[in-house]
């Protein structure tokens, strides 16, 4: 027997009120990071060791992940950008 999933579809106005809450935060997420990650990896810059700039992917690309997954699970919760159906 074959069940369907069916998936809610969301309107153009909640998809771009989403994008652009991420883009904002994503903004001010990444320079906190600038301020705050960099300073730590100034001699791994300046050698250009490829491991020490893989570790400082990681953390921008676990801060995003964590980000974006936080913002999404808040927009599909939250009943206030549900009326944009």
Not at 3 to 13: A, E, F, H, L, P
């Amino acid at each position: 027997m074959k069940t369907k999933i069916i998936m809610k579809k969301d309107s153009r106005r909640k998809s771009i009120i989403e994008v652009t809450t991420d883009v904002i935060l994503g903004c001010a997420i990444a320079t906190g990071l600038n301020y705050t990650i960099l300073p730590h990896y100034i001699e791994t810059i300046e050698t250009g060791d490829p491991l020490g700039m893989l570790s400082i992917s990681f953390w921008y690309v676990a801060v995003s992940f964590i980000r974006k997954y936080c913002i999404r699970r808040w927009f599909a919760k939250t009943k206030m950008f549900n009326r944009f159906k």
